[in-house]
Structures are given as C-alpha cells and as structure tokens.
C-alpha cells in the first residue's frame, strides 16, 4: 500500500512515500515562513520521482501533534483533503512519537523521553519504550524542563528532541543521556515505520471528525482566556 507520511510540527518539517515496508524517498521542507508554501510542492515531487500519482495512495500517515500549532494544522487539513478525494485510510501518530521512533537505535535501547520546545521555558514531553515493541510509557503533556528531567532516572531514560541550545545543556548538566539532535526530530519516514509496526494505534475510523492533539491551548487562546 502506497503511503504519504507527513509531519509540519516543526520548523524542519518532512514528507515521505512508503509501501511494503520499504521508504521510497524523503524531503526535509525548508520553511521560511509557513509549511503552507512547501509541503505541497514536495508531496508532488515526491510522487513524480516515484512515478506516482494522489490517486495511487492508499494511506496517509500525519503527525498530530504537539508542536507548532499552525504547522500541526495545516498537515491535519492537508491529510483530511487527501485522503477524502481518493478514500486513502488515515492514520495519525503522536509527533513525540516519531521523535522516538527516529531516536531508537543501539545507543537508546532503554526508554526514551520525547521533547519539543514548547516556549517559555516549557517542553511538550511524552515517554515511550521502543524494543522489543513500541509502547507508551506516559502521554505528551506540557511541563516546565525542570519538572519532566526530575522525573527521569538518568540511569534508565534517554532523552531526545527539538530543543534551545540551553535546554540541551541543562540537560546534559542533569545527567540524562541526550541524543545528538539529528536523532530527535520527527521525521515522516519515522511515521512510516510506526504506521507498519501499530497500525492499529493510529487507524483514524472517521477522518472527516478527527484533530490533531494540541495538549495546550494556543497562546492566542490562552490571551482570549484572560480578557
């Protein structure tokens, strides 16, 4: 089954076709302003490299958050448009998740703790067990980076992300292995991988219905909130 994986909830958001377990190609979008005005011109790209068309996918895979609250949504619309026109099946993943999933590997075997700068000294934070089955060990929340390193055994836990250079340092100053950031991005290829290992975990029955997971409430929001 041909599938089209999407993530925007970061700056360096990427796309990626996949299809009997094997990854076809990957694009990291640059971004200059919005994901809005690249992932489109990278999903074509994608497919005519493959020798594809929209019309051969029969799933799309979507980062759902946390992250960047436009970017999160302009991939959730772009999947819901996709998968409506063709009847490809929707299949949505925790960006956090995808974080870990990148991160796995033989310097991460224990479990690891996935982490984006979520402003303000917070981070978006969920934990997940990756061998010898992908699990989650605790839900994406947001916490200050303080609280979520005190709650880590650095004996036991790893630590990857999308951090600020100081995050990472405080992070090292914690004891708490940190995986180089190359290893803690949220890669679609990743999503892939998670669609083929727990597909049930992310199968969307009712695309049309379904939304991104946001854990907390956009500043402009939170702004309307105090008036």
């Known amino acids: 089954m041909l599938t089209l994986a999407l993530d925007t909830s970061t700056r360096d958001g990427s796309v990626a076709l996949g299809e009997d377990e094997v990854v076809l190609g990957q694009l990291t979008l640059s971004v200059r302003a919005t994901h809005s005005e690249t992932v489109l011109p990278a999903i074509d790209e994608l497919l005519r490299e493959t020798g594809r068309s929209p019309r051969d996918l029969g799933a799309v895979v979507v980062g759902a958050g946390p992250g960047s609250f436009t970017g999160v949504r302009i991939a959730a619309a772009l999947a819901r448009g996709i998968c409506f026109p063709t009847g490809a099946l929707l299949f ?24 984006l700068d979520a402003r303000r000294d917070q981070v978006y934070a969920a934990g997940y067990q990756t061998s010898p089955r992908f699990e989650e060990l605790f ?46 991005k949220p890669r679609a290829s990743a999503l892939l991988r998670l669609m083929w290992t727990c597909p049930e975990a992310g199968r969307i029955a009712r695309p049309a219905h379904w939304e991104p997971t946001y854990v907390r409430a956009s500043s402009a929001e939170r702004r309307l909130g105090d008036v």
């Open 92 to 115: 949505a993943y925790s960006s956090l998740a995808a974080i870990a999933s990148n991160a796995a590997g033989a310097d991460a075997g224990g479990p690891i703790c996935a982490l």
């Open 139 to 184: 839900p994406p929340c947001a916490e200050m980076l303080d609280d979520v390193l005190a709650g880590l055994d650095s004996k036991v836990w790893t630590v990857a992300g999308v951090l600020t250079d100081s995050m990472r340092e405080r992070i090292v100053e914690s004891g708490v292995q940190l995986l180089p950031a190359d290893r803690g």
